[in-house]
């Protein structure tokens, strides 16, 4: 029996062989619906793309870059999102298209450097992804200089315009203070991430600036940054709820810090909602099984990861950077009022 071909898949359809070859590498010249009666019929007849013969003709490897930071074998602390999870999101996205996702676990940001270096001047890929983008961030730097195709889970500050999907951290760290100080708090902690990631200088700066709207004093004592773990929570909850005054509110950067905090307050002695309040930003709404549940700013991993799968394959077909800008607002799930009640 004779291995399908494109001339198999155009007797099939009744369609040209030209636009039956135009539909399997997606090009823009056929309309979806055509595509979708090439597709099915390529499928009916068993056809499999020669990606080799392909790539040979193109110059493309049709591949996508996922580079992310993996934990390493002794770390064994949960740190919320996991680069699997975004990698799902991502694979979805392109699953129309000729491109399949390529992780590259890196151990830290060096080695994440020196893997973007590799394949750009290799051309390993058509496309590359990134995340844990720094304000000054030199990966960005080089995908620049080289004209290569990219987008990031984050934005940066200094760099030149580029392609990024992320959450609003600066709206949403605005509208958690208001609220917390609405219900009555003056003394809020801000675990926050490490000092040098760009969400973590916005966030950090967005916090400054709701004390001095709301006229309340910024006291460094209740700012901590680090690794978003549940130890790293439950440490500064232990510091913090020692001072002289301590906080009555802790915004946790993410849901594993968060549940570290619930630990801390166990060591103290403190109930939530009757001497201080816990509130979390994360992907997973796992908060919701806490005991007792707590409020989130939630903003589910598939939606920054299925816009980075589309922009990157918008930026591949040359679209501008700037026209591939998103921050995405997390839902705010209040599960706890966040007053204090003395008496409970």
């Known amino acids: 029996m004779q291995r399908p071909t494109i001339k198999t898949i155009a007797q099939e359809t009744g369609l040209s062989i030209a636009t039956v070859s135009k539909a399997l590498k997606h090009s823009p010249q056929v309309r979806p619906e055509t595509r979708a009666i090439v597709i099915e019929a390529a499928e009916r007849v068993g056809y499999e793309l020669n990606m080799h013969g392909v790539q040979l003709r193109t110059g493309k490897t049709y591949q996508v870059a996922a580079i992310m930071t993996a934990p390493g074998p002794k ?39 020196a893997v973007i270096q590799q394949i750009v001047s290799l051309k390993k890929a058509d496309g590359i992804i990134i995340s844990g983008t720094r304000a000054d961030d030199p990966r960005i730097r080089t995908m620049q200089a080289a004209d290569f195709p990219f987008v990031t ?38 675990l926050n991430p490490l000092s040098d990631l760009s969400y973590g200088i916005t966030r950090f700066e967005s916090y400054r600036r709701a004390l001095e709207v709301a006229g309340l004093p910024f006291d460094p004592a209740l700012v901590a940054h680090g690794r978003l773990t549940p130890a790293f929570g439950r440490e500064n909850v232990l510091t913090m709820a020692d001072l002289s005054n301590p906080p009555t509110a802790y915004i946790c950067a993410n849901e594993a810090s968060a549940l570290g905090a ?35 700013y939630y903003l589910p991993i598939s939606e920054p990861s299925s816009l980075l ?3 990157i394959l918008r930026r591949m077909e040359g679209e501008p950077p700037e ?19 003395p008496n409970r």
């Open 323 to 341: 026209a591939l800008q998103t921050l995405l607002m997390p839902k705010l799930i209040e599960r706890c009022d966040d007053r204090l009640t």
């Open 309 to 311: 799968g589309a922009y």
């Open 153 to 190: 889970y984050g934005t940066s500050v200094h760099n030149a315009p580029h392609a990024y999907v992320d959450a609003d951290n600066e709206q949403m760290i605005r509208v958690s203070m208001a609220r917390l100080v609405d219900r009555g708090h003056r003394r809020i902690a801000l």
């Open 262 to 296: 619930f630990s801390g307050f166990h060591e103290r002695g403190l109930v939530h909602g009757r001497d201080a309040v816990i509130n979390a930003t994360d992907d997973l709404n796992v908060s919701q099984y806490f005991a007792p549940p707590i409020t989130t």
């Open 75 to 113: 770390q064994n602390e949960w740190e919320g999102v996991e680069y699997a999870q975004l990698l799902s999101g991502i694979s979805w996205a392109l699953e129309d298209s000729p491109y399949r996702v390529s992780l590259y676990a890196v151990r830290n940001f060096e080695e994440s450097q």
